[in-house]
């Protein structure tokens, strides 16, 4: 894990690693090497969205990246061209395709959890995640909070607990990230209500199902992802891609900063495929005023 340096990389990928659980964004330099930069500080990035390009491929059993062998140029919808996405042989709804990488298959026969993610008390997802990644899955995600239920000796068996459990009113398989932004600016965390409200769900899952999850595991994420705890109505989402000021966490694909006095974020998951510059200048950005409250 490297400190942010200065220049121009293609931004590859933000998560979490596996080991200190500290928050990184993947970049690729113009010599096809991929770096891990920890944010951390005070720094300025911005993107280039002209061109978006193909991110490269991932070697799942050597956990190498590797450049696209074609530098391809995508559409904005695309993280990867085909051929590095049928290198990779990662699909993560296996489940709903019978053409199975060899990669996959040998994945799929690892240890899953399967767990519930808690966003807000309206938003809870329900989710499997290779055995290793567990924690780093969870905050890839920005989950405030999250119950692990149970380990499962193979995908294919967590799967069908996750699919009868995302039946059930209340409970969702995903969460879009302008949805994630969304609750970030505008609701307020509580631990104690996020726990409470997983134990709720897990009794009702219980019920319904006529399952029991006798291990579970809850995990108050959020001391992973900040710095501060900024109150909600603290932070200003950038609609602009760019951002500055100083480092305060990572929500998922949400990274946010402190600028003076105000709390500021960004959905960067949305620019990975993109040009991103670095500075170690501040810029200062035009922010609109925070409308004072009377009460």
């Known amino acids: 894990m490297h400190d942010l340096g200065e220049g121009t990389f293609l931004f590859t990928r933000v998560s979490y690693d596996p080991n200190s659980n500290l928050p990184y964004l993947r970049v690729m330099d113009d010599g096809g090497k991929f770096w891990r930069m920890q944010p951390q500080g005070e720094f300025t ?11 490269g491929w991932y070697d799942l059993a050597a956990k190498q990246c590797h450049r696209c062998p074609g530098d391809r140029q995508l559409d904005d919808k695309y993280e990867q061209c085909p051929e590095c996405q049928q290198k990779t042989g990662f699909n993560p709804a296996f489940y709903n395709t019978t053409n199975i ?3 996959q298959a040998e994945l799929n026969q690892q240890p899953h959890i399967l767990y519930l993610a808690y966003f807000s008390p309206e938003v809870i997802k329900v989710g499997i995640s290779y055995a290793e990644r567990k924690l780093a899955r969870l905050l890839e995600q920005g989950a405030r909070n999250a ?19 995302a039946r059930l009113p ?13 609750i970030l600016a505008n609701e307020h965390y509580d631990p104690t209500l996020a726990e409470q409200k997983l134990h709720q769900t897990i009794q009702r899952i219980a019920e319904q199902l006529g399952v029991k999850f006798d291990n579970s595991e809850f995990l108050d994420l959020s ?4 710095t501060i705890e900024p109150k909600s109505d603290d932070l200003t989402e950038i609609i602009e891609p760019k951002i500055a ?6 929500i998922g694909g949400m990274l946010i900063m402190q600028q003076n006095s105000r709390f500021i974020f960004l959905p960067i998951k949305k620019y990975i495929g993109y040009d991103m510059t670095i500075s170690r200048t501040v810029e200062q950005l035009d922010l609109a005023p925070v409308q004072a409250s009377l009460f």
């Open 45 to 55: 990035l911005s993107f280039d969205t002209s061109t978006k390009k193909c991110i």
């Open 101 to 103: 990488s060899q990669q």
């Open 147 to 165: 119950a692990i239920l149970e380990v499962f000796p193979s995908a294919n068996i967590a799967r069908q607990y996750e699919a009868k459990i």
């Open 170 to 182: 209340g409970l969702c398989e995903s969460v879009q990230l302008r949805k994630k932004a969304t």
């Open 223 to 226: 001391p992973y992802m900040l």
């Open 245 to 250: 000021g100083r480092f305060a966490g990572l």
